[in-house]
C-alpha cells in the first residue's frame, strides 16, 4: 500500500514540477528571442546594401560585392540565414550575385571543410549550402556524406546532390538505397529527377543493378523523366523481374512514357493469376497508355472479382476517350453482368459529376 | 509612380520586393499578413496589390476575394505571389481575381517588369 504521506507530496511536487517546466520553455523562447533581435541588430547596417546588391545590375555589383564580403565574422553570420533563404527564392542577375558573394567569402570552401566536423547539425548546413550554391567541387565529398551515421545528413546530402550532383553522383546514390545508413527511396528518385537529362544514361545503368530496390528507382526515374529510349528494357524489367516491386514501377513508367511497346507487357500484367498490386497498377497504366487497342481487355477487367482492379479498370477507360466511354456505357447497361455495370455505372456518374472527361491522344498501334 | 501595397509574411521577401518598387518610384506600403493587407488597402487607396499566397491567418487569395468584393477595390489589380512547388495555386489565384502571378525563385528585375505591365493595363 502506498503510504499516504507520499502521495500528499506528491501532489505538492506537481504543481512545482509544472511550474519548473512552463519557466524553462518560457525562458527558452524568451532567449531565441532575444538571440534573433541581436543577430537583426547586428545585419541591419548591411542589409540595405545586400537588397542594393539583389537589385543592381550586373555592372554595378562590383563594389557591392566587395563591401559585403569584408563585413566582419559576426556580421556575416547574423547575415547568412537571409542568404541562404534567398538563394531559394530569387533568381537571375540576383541568384548569381549572391553565389558570387560566398565564393568571394570563402564560403564554398569552409563548407567542403565542414562536411567532416563532428557535429551533424555543421555537416547537414554545409551540405545545404553547396547545393544551393550547386558547387559541383563538393559531388565527391558529399557522396561520402550518403553514408553518414546520422539520417538527417545523409538526407540533406541527398538533396544537395540533386542540385549540385552529375553522372558521378548516381551510382552513390543507387547504393545508398541498402545497406545499414540508408536514405528513403523518394528522396533518391526526387535528386535523380531533378538531375535532369545529363544523368539518364547512369540512371539506366541502374536498371541492371542487383538490388530490387535500385532497380524499382531507377525505372520511375526513367519514367518520370520521359526517358522513350528505354522503354523496351522496362518492358522487359515488367515480364522477367523477380521483384514486384520492380514489376509494379516498371507498369506504372510504361503508363507513363505511353509507348506502343508498353502495351502487350501491360496487358499480360494485368491477367488472372499476376500479383493483385501489379495488376491494379497495370489496369490503371493502360489507362495512362491511351491505347484505344486496350478498350475491351479494361472493358473485360470491369468485372473482375476484385473491386480495386475493376475500379481501375473503369477510370482507365475514362481516359480513353469516346472508345472508352462507348465500353462503359455498354457495361452500364448490363452486357457484362452485374458487378461491371455498377461499375461502369459509377464511372460514369463520378465524370458527369466532374463535368469533364479526359480525353488522351490515341496512341496508334 | 503609383502606390503599390505589399503583403509577405516572409521579412526577406517583403524586403527585397519594396526596396526594387522604392528603387523603381513607386510609394510602397509593405505588410506581413492578410488582415493587415486588407486593413491598409481599405483605409488609403493604392493602385496595385502584389500579395503572397500563403500568409498564416488570411491568405494572399481571401485578401484579394475580398477586395473583389468590396465596390471601392474592385477593380484594384492585383499580382500574386506563389512558390514553384505550389503552382496548383496559380489557377486558384486567378480564379479569385488575381490579374498576373510571379513565381518564386523570381528575379526582382523581373518583378519590376511585371509589376508596370500591370499597371499599364489598369491604367488603359
Redesign the interface.
Known amino acids: 500500500m502506498i503510504p499516504p504521506g507520499f502521495v500528499r507530496g506528491a501532489l505538492l511536487c506537481l504543481p512545482a514540477l509544472v511550474l519548473a517546466l512552463s519557466l524553462l520553455i518560457v525562458s527558452n523562447r524568451f532567449v531565441r528571442r532575444v538571440q534573433q533581435r541581436r543577430r537583426e541588430r547586428r545585419a541591419e547596417p548591411v542589409?540595405?546594401l545586400l537588397?542594393?546588391l539583389?537589385?543592381a545590375e550586373e555592372d554595378e555589383q562590383s563594389e557591392l560585392l566587395n563591401r559585403l564580403a569584408a563585413v566582419d565574422k559576426r556580421t556575416w553570420t547574423a547575415l547568412e540565414p537571409?542568404l541562404t533563404?534567398?538563394l531559394?527564392?530569387?533568381?537571375?542577375?540576383?541568384?548569381t550575385a549572391l553565389i558570387r558573394l560566398y565564393e568571394l567569402r570563402g564560403a564554398p570552401e569552409g563548407a567542403v571543410a565542414d562536411l567532416r566536423s563532428h557535429s551533424a547539425a555543421r555537416r547537414g548546413r554545409a551540405a545545404q549550402v553547396l547545393g544551393q550554391l550547386s558547387h559541383r567541387a563538393a559531388e565527391p565529398a558529399l557522396c561520402r556524406l550518403l553514408t553518414d551515421r546520422d539520417p538527417e545528413v545523409r538526407l540533406v546530402a541527398t538533396r544537395a546532390l540533386g542540385r549540385s550532383g552529375g553522372a558521378e553522383s548516381v551510382a552513390h546514390l543507387l547504393e545508398s538505397l541498402h545497406g545499414s545508413r540508408t536514405v528513403p527511396p523518394p528522396s533518391v528518385t526526387m535528386a535523380l529527377v531533378s538531375m535532369g537529362p545529363e544523368v539518364q544514361r547512369s540512371v539506366a545503368a541502374g536498371l541492371e543493378h542487383p538490388e530490387p530496390l535500385a532497380r524499382a528507382v531507377a525505372i520511375e526515374v526513367l519514367g518520370v523523366t520521359g526517358v522513350v529510349s528505354r522503354t523496351s528494357e522496362i518492358a522487359r524489367a515488367l515480364r522477367e523481374d523477380p521483384s514486384n516491386e520492380v514489376r509494379i514501377k516498371a507498369a506504372r513508367a510504361l503508363g507513363r512514357l505511353g509507348m506502343p511497346e508498353g502495351l502487350q507487357p501491360l496487358l499480360d500484367a494485368v491477367a488472372p493469376g499476376q500479383p493483385l498490386a501489379l495488376r491494379i497498377v497495370g489496369t490503371g497504366a493502360l489507362g495512362n497508355l491511351g491505347a484505344v487497342s486496350a478498350t475491351d481487355r479494361l472493358a473485360e477487367l470491369l468485372g473482375d472479382p476484385d473491386r480495386h482492379v475493376a475500379g481501375a479498370a473503369a477510370r482507365s477507360l475514362l481516359r480513353l476517350g469516346p472508345a472508352g466511354h462507348a465500353a462503359l456505357h455498354e457495361a452500364a447497361a448490363g452486357v457484362r453482368g452485374g458487378s461491371a455495370a455498377a461499375q461502369a455505372g459509377a464511372a460514369l456518374s463520378e465524370a458527369a459529376v466532374q463535368g469533364r472527361h479526359d480525353v488522351r491522344v490515341e496512341v496508334a498501334l | 509612380m503609383a502606390r503599390v501595397l505589399v503583403a509577405d509574411d516572409d521579412a526577406d521577401i517583403r524586403d527585397l520586393v519594396a526596396f526594387k518598387l522604392t528603387q523603381s518610384g513607386h510609394e510602397v506600403t509593405a505588410v506581413e499578413d492578410g488582415m493587415a493587407a486588407l486593413k491598409a488597402a481599405r483605409e488609403q487607396p493604392v493602385d496595385l496589390a502584389l500579395l503572397d499566397i500563403r500568409m498564416p491567418g488570411m491568405s494572399g487569395l481571401d485578401v484579394c476575394r475580398e477586395l473583389r468584393a468590396a465596390a471601392e477595390t474592385a477593380t484594384l489589380p492585383v499580382i500574386m505571389i506563389t512558390a514553384r512547388s505550389q503552382e496548383g495555386d496559380v489557377e486558384v489565384g486567378f480564379a479569385a481575381g488575381a490579374d498576373d502571378y510571379i513565381i518564386k525563385p523570381f528575379s526582382p528585375r523581373e518583378l519590376s517588369s511585371r509589376v508596370t505591365a500591370v499597371l499599364s493595363r489598369a491604367e488603359r
Do not use: I, T
Open positions: 542589409r540595405g537588397l542594393e539583389l537589385c537571409s533563404a534567398l531559394e527564392k530569387v533568381s537571375g542577375a540576383a541568384r
